[in-house]
């Protein structure tokens, strides 16, 4: 008989019974993430309107507040998940020069799809809540501004008071801190000098495959037959 073989049966002797179970240390990380949109407003476009979209955040801004313009065309798959690629690493390249509180707004508010980067433009802020030494909003913070896009039908801005929260853990308060915010928000928004009154709008839909109309402008492709207006850039669409 070969020495291995002699030396493995030995071994087999000394071995202790298997275990039905091993004594483990558990893990787990509970996230949750919210968010919250108030009715829409018809704007007449008009001058400075990122500026007046600025001015919508005031009296409820902490500090800056920062454009977040719809993602270009060849980025459309971008999405704030690091494991998917290679939208993950579209998302970084897109927003990497950002601030901190807007990194952190804009996935809170993507993962629950309280907008739409593909056509929608964002003015974002901190709203309510701390930060940390590095400058991120704790997970009970509450970040939002509005968003806006173009009606397709019209031509006129669409635009909307949007907040959202979350992370590790929430706070009993803070569904109610948002909802107030919100409404502050939302009259800001109603208060503009070219708001015409709130409107309920079919949402555009980015056209999925072949057909649709496209933007000669900015390239977006829309799924709605009605678009006359491009709901990213406000520019007439081309029609076959
Ligand atoms: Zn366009």
């Keep these: 008989m070969p020495l291995f073989g002699k030396t493995r049966k ?27 949109c108030s009715e829409s407003v018809r704007l007449k476009a008009g001058a400075k309107l990122n500026e007046r979209l600025g001015n919508m955040l005031f009296g409820y801004v902490q500090g800056e507040s920062e454009l977040v313009e719809p993602l270009p065309v060849e980025l459309g798959g971008a999405t704030p998940s690091i494991v998917r690629m290679p939208g993950g690493a579209q998302w970084i390249k897109y927003h990497h020069g950002r601030s901190p509180v807007t990194r952190h707004a804009l996935p809170v508010l993507e993962i629950v799809a309280a907008v739409a980067p593909v056509f929608e433009t964002l003015v974002l802020g901190m709203l309510d809540g701390q930060v940390d030494t590095a400058g991120y909003p ?14 397709e039908i019209t031509g006129d801005i ?79 669409m081309l029609r076959a």
């Excluded at 409107?199 to 496209?214: D, H, K, N, S």
Aim: aromatic share 8%; with cysteine; charged share 20%.
């Design 10 to 36: 030995g071994r087999d002797q000394v071995q202790p019974a298997l275990v039905e179970e091993v004594n483990s240390s558990e893990f787990s990380a509970k996230l949750s993430y919210a968010g919250k």
């Design 138 to 151: 704790d997970f009970n913070a509450i970040v939002g501004g509005v968003a806006t896009h173009w009606d």
């Design 158 to 236: 669409i635009v909307r008071a949007v907040v959202g929260w979350g992370g590790r853990g929430a706070r009993g308060d803070t569904d109610r801190n948002a909802a107030r915010i919100l409404g502050g928000l939302f009259n800001n928004v109603a208060g503009d000098s070219h708001a015409i009154g709130t409107v309920v709008v079919e949402r555009p839909q980015p056209a999925v495959g072949p057909g649709g109309i496209t933007c000669g402008h900015c390239g977006f492709n829309s799924g709605h037959e009605r678009a006359f207006y491009c709901p990213k850039c406000g520019m007439r």
